[in-house]
T-cell receptor
Framework: NAGVTQTPKFRVLKTGQSMTLLCAQD?????MYWYRQDPGMGLRLIHY???????AKGEVPDGYNVSRLKKQNFLLGLESAAPSQTSVYFC????????????FGQGTRLTVV | AQSVTQLGSHVSVSEGALVLLRCNYS??????LFWYVQYPNQGLQLLLK??????LVKGINGFEAEFKKSETSFHLTKPSAHMSDAAEYFC????????????FGTGTRLQVFP
């Protein structure tokens, strides 16, 4: 049982480049989330989705876009990367009806130079 | 809107001492509350959760937390710290219905000294 899988695990980007982070879950969860983790700031919610084809903004959505074309996948895109987007990104999923807690991936460490 | 405040970004204890990590929440409706632990270079794993059943919740690795509505608190405790408890701990909140957003605190790093 893989749970929540994030790819890639590490990436270095140049300012202005674009990339997509992929999150895949095999638990048939309705809700999926993207967070960023920065020292002293905890986890901040970027975007989230409550079902296939739906997305919503979190606390810090600027500079990011997301898509949920399939229930099991949640993609986070950076159209034009900036050094301020250097962070560790975590994906999570949950099913609020059967279990209320979120299950996390192992994270993607992104550096923008 | 819901939020959590974790008092103390760093807590240091001696091995065998009591661990107390503080979390206060704000929510316009009855909350669900969670404590997660993060070991270095890893994702987050659930320690325990409160979902409106018993107010004293027991979790893994000997941790427990008590939901106190009058104090809007959900502090995490462990009677006797172990070296392996050194990690970062996060408190999180969501609403007990329309549970879309899951909001985290800023985290508390626990150090355990021999």
């Amino acid at each position: 049982n893989a749970g929540v899988t994030q790819t890639p695990k590490f990436r270095v980007l140049k300012t202005g480049q674009s990339m997509t982070l992929l999150c895949a879950q095999d638990m048939n969860h309705e809700y999926m989330y993207w967070y960023r983790q920065d020292p002293g700031m905890g986890l901040r919610l970027i975007h989230y989705s409550v079902g296939e084809g739906t997305t919503a903004k979190g606390e810090v959505p600027d500079g990011y876009n997301v898509s949920r074309l399939k229930k099991q996948n949640f993609l986070l895109g950076l159209e034009s990367a900036a050094p301020s987007q250097t962070s560790v990104y975590f994906c999570a999923s949950r099913n609020p009806r059967s279990n209320t807690e979120a299950f996390f991936g192992q994270g993607t460490r992104l550096t923008v130079v | 809107a819901q939020s959590v405040t974790q008092l103390g970004s760093h807590v240091s204890v001696s091995e065998g001492a009591l661990v107390l990590l503080r979390c206060n929440y704000s929510s316009s409706v009855p909350p669900y509350l969670f404590w997660y632990v993060q070991y270095p270079n890893q994702g987050l794993q659930l320690l325990l959760k409160y979902t409106s059943a018993a107010t004293l919740v027991k979790g893994i690795n000997g941790f427990e937390a008590e939901f106190k509505k009058s104090e809007t608190s959900f502090h995490l405790t462990k009677p006797s710290a172990h070296m392996s408890d050194a990690a970062e701990y996060f408190c999180a909140v969501t609403r007990s219905y329309n549970t879309d957003k899951l909001i985290f605190g800023t985290g508390t790093r626990l150090q355990v000294f021999p």
